[in-house]
């Protein structure tokens, strides 16, 4: 197949673009700034795709690219940035695509769990209506940005990642260090939910949707979900560390003011009933097993 990927030299976009030229696609790039190559094509997510001609028969597109939500704390222009960059971006690259002469067979975005904003104690599914706040907010107006690619003839996959765990990067790799030293500890009561995924599991959600016929929401989540005590716990024991140092939510709220609230001490039972109804495997279900493999011969 011929692919094209935003966002590929980000954690994910990297291993994804590896995975595809290693079963043998095509992969093009879609990178800001000069090409380096042939496998690489200009795009600006503020004005378009210059050359849109060489996005000619493509079979697929991965759209990955978007700020990272836990990159600062969030002020009003922070926040500005992450809508901007995710709507504005899917907007821009949904209207250049909108010149080919065939539309991409597929069209997989990406989105987020925080579609459903803090689901308390209920577990939900793609079912699920959206929350209220900030990251709600974000999300469906993310996924609507690609709803032109349905009228012309795409399928359109929106996949709502939940925390993605790889000591590359991410959440995971900003926790290592200070559970290393035997700092880290539960944060607010613990009990909240966290829906995680490994790397490997989205890179192959990924590959999934752009094979098969899922279109729609679908939430890229381990089966296994866990409360952010059984998580801390875990990756203690992964790590050889005690975690014996919680963090109060009034203390994450001051380091963090309303990142915290939306990302550490919401919660979110969230389950991956596309996938799993079209028959995906996931490679790590449960997250102390998958804290072991990831990090137990490193500690």
Same mark, same amino acid.
């Given at each position: 197949m011929k692919i094209a990927i935003t966002g590929s030299t980000g954690m994910v976009g990297s291993h994804l673009v590896e995975a595809l030229r290693a079963r043998g696609d095509q992969v093009l790039r879609l990178v800001r700034g000069a090409p380096r190559g042939s496998e690489e094509v200009r795009w600006e997510p503020e004005s378009g795709i210059p050359d849109v001609a060489a996005l000619e028969e493509l079979d697929g597109v991965v759209h990955l690219a978007g700020e990272n939500i836990a990159a600062r704390r969030w002020s009003d222009a922070q926040k500005e940035r992450i809508r901007k960059s995710r709507t504005r971006g899917t907007t821009v690259l949904v209207n250049s695509l909108s010149k080919l002469r065939k539309p991409p067979r597929a069209f997989v975005s990406a989105s987020a769990i925080g579609f459903y904003g803090d689901t308390g104690d209920r577990k939900v599914d793609e079912t699920a209506p959206a929350g209220s706040g900030f990251l709600p907010e974000v999300c469906r107006a993310w996924e609507d940005a690609s709803k032109p690619m349905e009228a012309q003839g795409s399928r359109v996959a929106h996949l709502r990642f939940g925390v993605i765990l790889s000591p590359e990067g991410g959440a995971l790799k900003k926790m290592l260090l200070p559970f290393k030293m035997g700092l880290g500890g539960v944060v607010g009561s613990g009990k909240?939910?966290?829906?995680?995924?490994?790397?490997?599991?989205?890179? #192959? #959600?990924?590959?999934? #949707?752009?094979?098969?016929?899922l279109a729609g929401p679908v939430n890229v989540v381990a089966p296994g979900a866990c409360s952010n005590h059984h998580f801390t716990k875990a990756l203690g024991r992964a790590l050889g560390r005690p975690t014996i140092l919680p963090m109060p939510a009034f203390a994450a709220k001051l380091a963090f003011g309303e990142l915290a609230e939306d990302l550490l001490l919401a919660s979110a039972w969230v389950r991956p009933a596309v996938l799993e109804g079209a028959g995906f495997r996931f490679q790590d279900r449960e997250v102390g097993p998958a804290l072991q493999r990831m990090l137990g011969s490193d500690s």
């Open positions: 909240q939910g966290m829906s995680w995924v490994s790397l490997r599991d989205v890179v #192959a #959600a990924l590959t999934f #949707a752009l094979d098969r016929d």
